[in-house]
């Protein structure tokens, strides 16, 4: 077995009565990779983490964690790995630092003298030393979230896994998440982050799987999967409905007529979308124009990341499960 | 990192438990009983006859020891295990509510050592709880009523030094019979994340145990009921003490112990942690 991944897993299943929530998936996650889990709400994410952190049973297949089989060695690797599952949780009558001395405490492996040190320092790292001594049930719900990151970082690592880490967060919580992975990752600790947001993880992954259905249905590093997209044409026209049928006619699947978000002369124009599939964009422009469709431009790209993930997982990214 | 601290975790566990305002009101409340019994027995008029309220209620007004054994009396059958199935069904579905059980685990915690940390917590509070009751009372029973040589069942008499010794025998005693309903309190609790849950079928058990224990159609059970030598502590008001009572109560809890500790081990240690 290889000892440069940290998770591995084969054929894993778990089951709850007859629904399969996670339906036979081989993750691979590299060392030093920062891993993106992505996938609709309701996919299986945090069921196959839970798992992965022998949580829960699994109903069929293996996990190895760090290299170690779990649940088995738990107790030997649990201690290098942080992590954050469902949302944070925590003793809501003790101070923010006495709930990290708790979770300290509870880890076998955590030397007792450095522990205030230790606590101090991740909360500072998560920008919370100022409310270190509240109860945390004055929290609100983005000091939770943090909270529940420094809980992760009491300790070096080897492995983070965070599950929705952005969750409750605002815009500029987000980019403090997004640089303190980018820097645990320079440290060299492996980091599984997962989300059923794509933009917020694109940015900092090098790897990333997609859920879908309790499947995985795409596993691979960023750049593969970029490869994976196919070269769409998109046009924009006043005549949305007889361009789509043109495109049609000229055999490109999957034609949409894009959401106008973001664009500002929206009016009378629209973003009508297909896959090229081979056809010359040249020769769908000539077609366009000889059925009388006014078009007023007319571009091709690879495709959005987004775009080979809504055709992944068959639905948008912020649909709920 | 080295390995360190052993007992950390039930230190923690103590501190966490007793400086929680739940216990601290729990623990109040039960210090409350014998000032109640204490100052109901001072305001009134007439004197209490033998045989009736509680038993020992008679004596108090002779001797102001004797509160801390009524109150304990008083107690037993359903404050204390009101306060224990809150304690006892709190521990692991309690965790489990606040989803505070899935970061010690994975800290990792060790089931086995989490369910041991609750149990020794749980048996701390039974301990404190009792104790409070009896020291609450041999302190309001000595403000407000004579403390001197204390009369046993058994006609003798004793000093007050040696009815205190006798007062923590039963404290010691009184914690002892609540141990299986501790056990019993651990495994209803990994059952359930819902710890209100856990502490309500915990009582009704405790409640269902004694109207059992009333009933004389089945007493083939009698002797088989966790609660069935919660008041043989009169034992320890006799001289020479007899130590019968602890003995059958001893092993009843421990069978008690013995059986709810592998359920709750066996379900804890298998258990999806899903909240
Ligand atoms: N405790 C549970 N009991 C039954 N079904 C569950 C439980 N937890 C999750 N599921 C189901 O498993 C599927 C995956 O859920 P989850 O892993 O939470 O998805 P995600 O984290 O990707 O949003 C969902 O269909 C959900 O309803
Ligand atoms: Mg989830």
Redesign the pocket.
């Given at each position: 077995m290889s000892t440069e991944l940290a998770i591995e897993t084969t054929g894993l299943v778990k089951r709850?009565g007859h629904?399969a929530?996670v339906d036979g998936i081989d993750l691979v996650v590299p060392r030093g990779s920062v891993y993106g889990f992505l996938?609709p709400?309701?996919?299986?994410?945090?069921?196959?983490i839970r798992v992965i952190l022998g949580l829960a049973s699994a109903s069929a297949g293996s996990v190895r964690l760090l290299g170690t089989a779990m649940p088995h060695d738990a107790r030997n690797v649990l201690w290098r790995v942080g992590a954050l599952v469902?949302g944070p949780a925590f003793y809501p009558y003790l101070s923010g630092a006495a709930n990290l001395r708790r979770y300290d405490t509870a880890n076998r492996q955590a030397p007792k003298d450095t522990r205030i040190a230790r606590v101090d320092f991740a909360l500072e790292r998560v920008g919370l030393s100022h409310a270190a001594g509240k109860r945390v049930r004055a929290y609100s719900l983005g000091m939770k979230q943090r909270l529940g990151i420094a809980a992760a970082l009491l300790a070096p690592r080897d492995l983070l896994v965070l599950d929705e880490p952005t969750n409750g967060l605002d815009p500029q919580g987000t980019r403090e998440v997004r640089a303190l992975v980018r820097s645990l990752a320079a440290d060299g600790t492996t980091v599984f982050v997962?989300s059923?947001l794509l933009a917020e993880v694109e940015q900092i992954c090098t790897h990333v799987g997609v859920?879908s259905n309790?499947r995985l249905v795409s596993q691979g590093t960023l750049d593969t999967l970029r490869g994976q997209t196919r070269p769409r044409l998109r046009i924009e026209t006043l005549d949305p409905a007889k361009a789509m049928k043109v495109l049609d006619g000229l055999g490109l699947p999957d034609t949409r007529l894009e959401s106008a978000d973001g664009r500002p002369d929206t009016a009378d124009s629209h973003l009508v979308s297909a896959d090229l599939n081979g056809v010359a964009p040249e020769d769908a422009c000539v077609a366009l124009v000889a059925a009388g469709v006014r078009v007023r431009g007319l571009y091709t790209d690879h495709g959005s990341l987004e775009d080979s993930f809504v055709a992944l997982t068959g639905e948008g990214f912020d649909v709920a499960? | 990192m080295s390995r360190a601290d052993g007992g950390g975790l039930l230190v923690s566990e103590l501190v966490t438990m007793f400086r929680r305002r739940r216990t601290i009101a729990l623990l109040s409340v039960l210090a409350a009983v014998p000032v109640l019994i204490a100052v109901a027995v001072k305001l009134s008029t007439s004197d209490v006859q033998p045989g009736d309220g509680p038993a020992f209620l008679d004596r108090v007004s002779q001797n102001g020891l004797f509160v801390a054994v009524t109150a304990l009396v008083v107690s037993i059958p359903l404050f204390l295990p009101l306060a224990i199935g809150v304690v006892a069904g709190d521990t692991i579905a309690g965790e489990a509510g606040l989803g505070t059980l899935r970061y010690l685990l994975i800290a990792p915690v060790g089931r086995v050592r989490l369910l041991l940390v609750k149990f020794a917590s749980s048996i701390a509070f039974c301990l404190a709880a009792t104790v409070v009751v009896a020291v609450s009372g041999a302190i309001i029973g000595a403000i407000l009523f004579p403390v001197g040589r204390v009369t046993l069942l058994s006609g003798s008499t004793v000093s007050p030094g040696n009815a205190l010794g006798r007062a923590a025998l039963i404290a010691g005693y009184v914690t002892l019979s609540l141990l299986g309903m501790t056990a019993i309190g651990l495994f209803v609790s990994t059952l359930t994340e819902v710890p209100v849950g856990a502490m309500a079928a915990v009582v009704v058990l405790a409640i269902a145990s004694q109207i059992l224990d009333s009933i004389p159609q089945v007493s083939w059970i009698h002797p088989w009921l966790f609660s069935h030598e919660w008041l043989g502590f009169a034992d320890f008001m006799r001289d020479p003490i007899s130590w019968t009572s602890t003995q059958r109560d001893a092993l009843l809890q421990l069978g008690y112990v013995a059986v709810f500790g592998a359920l709750a081990y066996s379900r804890f240690t298998t258990k999806d942690v899903?909240s």
């Open positions: 709850f629904h929530a996938g709400n309701g996919s299986g994410k945090t069921t196959t469902e997962s059923h859920m309790g499960g | 899903l």
